[in-house]
Each structure stands twice: as structure tokens, then as C-alpha cells.
């Protein structure tokens, strides 16, 4: 959501825009940049929707992920946008990675990075659920550092996922310090499949590229299941647009008649 964004849309001219993003711009120079991108879109002609932060597990994606969405409707359209509704089901990295509601087998084997053997060793103290703090405390300090000492939860780091919970949001390299998404089994990150099956990619998905080109490719990704949510609404909004046209055609030329 850039200024690149408000050009395309600015030639382009939809009935409606969508723009996605962390949920960090909402502070972002104090709220600054989402203002400014909102001031931009009403210079170009869109009304723009209160933006709304989804969360990813809401929308059947296994995965603790929030983000932020901008819709923007042209201001000669009357019709208002409905945000997606939220599910009451929330899925876990078992419903990801196993046969069951989401998917019809286990994850395909795929390649996948590894951790260096200094942070294996680490990792391996670790339960499923649990995190940096349940080290000993000596092995604590010294793989925190500085850290240790900053306060704050850091509830990422040094972190294995439970089969029984949603993952922790997925970034684009998965052996980096502070954001480990360690299986809950194996002392690994997740594979390629496994990291596209936590963003609800389906198997028949191809990624192109380097295994770290993948994880990025994926990682960047908006979730597939929460994708498709939001597609839904943008096709409920096309469609009573639509049907407003139509009725709105039909009483012209019943006018004209008279």
C-alpha cells in the first residue's frame, strides 16, 4: 500500500480497491502514513472503508497472523462493503500438517532449511508450546544476551510450535533468531510444504526459486483461506452493485416507454 498502489488505481479506476499490510502502519509515524495513504485515495476519488485488522485464524488459516486491510470505493458508487465474518472453528498446526477438515493427506515431504548445530543443541531443552523461557537460566542469558535484560515477553524466540495450537505468524526466513517456528517433533524448522500448508496454500501450489526464495515467497504471502474470505466480500459488494444497475436500467427504460 504505496504510492505505486494509488497510481494503478488511479488509471485503472475499479469500483473498489483493497490494500493489505501489516498491522504496524495503524502506529506507523503515529498514525502518519495510513493517513496520508487514506488523504491520497480521497485526492483520486475513493471513499475509503474503515480499515480493519483481520485475524487469520478467524477466517480457517492455522496461523496467529494479523493483518491489516484498506478498502477504498469509488465515490460515485453507493453501495457499502462488508468486511468478511469471522468462523467460530479455529484451526491448529495438526489441522495443517495432517489428514483432516483443511487438507485430504499429510503434508508432502519438501525440502527445508536447518538450524545451525549451536541453536539445535538449544532447541532440543525446548518442549512443544513452550519457549526461551523454559531454558535454565544460565542457558537463558546467554542465548538471549541483552535481551534478557530488555523485559517483555519475546515469546518468539527459541519457540516450538504445539500440535494442538495455531502457529505463530510465519516470516520469510524460518531459522532466524527471534522469530523460530521449531516443529513440534523434530528440532527443524518448518519444510517448504509445511510453512505453504500453515498459509493455506494447496499442495498442487509450485514455488519458484532458491528454498529461501520460497520461504519468502510464502512468508510475504497474504494466508489463501483468508484471501479467499476477502474475495467473497468484494464479490457480494460487485454483485449488489450490479443488481442496483440492473434495477436501476429497467425502471429507465420503463420510464422511456411511457
Not at 30 to 41: E, F, P
Not at 76 to 103: M, R, S
Request: charged content about 30%; hydrophobic content about 30%.
Amino acid at each position: 500500500m504505496n504510492y505505486e498502489f494509488a497510481r494503478v488505481v488511479n488509471e485503472v479506476k475499479p469500483l473498489i480497491c483493497i490494500g493489505e499490510n501489516v498491522k504496524g502502519l495503524i502506529s506507523h509515524d503515529k498514525g502518519k502514513t495510513l493517513r496520508g495513504m487514506v488523504s491520497i485515495l480521497d485526492e483520486i476519488g475513493y471513499r475509503v472503508v474503515p480499515v480493519k485488522v483481520l485475524k487469520a485464524i478467524h477466517f480457517r488459516v492455522p496461523q496467529k497472523r494479523e493483518r491489516l486491510f484498506l478498502v477504498g470505493i469509488r465515490k460515485d458508487v453507493n453501495i457499502d462493503f462488508e468486511y468478511p465474518k469471522p468462523h467460530t472453528k479455529i484451526y491448529n498446526l495438526e489441522d495443517a500438517l495432517k489428514k483432516g477438515e483443511l487438507y485430504d493427506c499429510d503434508v508432502p515431504k519438501s525440502e527445508g532449511t536447518k538450524y545451525p548445530e549451536s541453536k539445535k543443541k538449544v532447541l532440543d531443552l525446548i518442549p512443544p508450546k513452550g519457549y526461551w523461557r523454559n531454558l535454565p537460566l544460565e542457558l537463558q542469558k546467554e542465548y538471549m544476551g541483552k535481551s534478557f535484560y530488555l523485559g517483555g515477553g519475546k515469546t518468539g524466540m527459541a519457540r516450538r510450535i504445539g500440535w494442538d495450537e495455531p502457529s505463530l505468524t510465519l516470516t520469510c526466513s524460518p531459522a532466524q533468531k527471534q522469530t523460530e517456528r521449531c516443529h513440534p517433533d523434530e528440532t527443524r524448522p518448518f519444510t517448504v510444504r509445511e510453512y505453504a500448508r500453515i498459509q493455506t496454500f494447496p499442495d498442487t501450489w509450485k514455488f519458484k526459486g532458491s528454498v529461501s526464495q520460497q520461504y519468502k515467497q510464502i512468508g510475504n504471502a497474504v494466508p489463501c483461506n483468508l484471501g479467499l474470505e476477502v474475495g467473497y466480500s468484494i464479490v457480494k459488494f460487485l454483485n449488489k452493485y450490479y443488481s442496483k444497475k440492473k434495477i436501476e436500467s429497467k425502471k429507465a427504460v420503463s420510464l422511456n416507454n411511457k
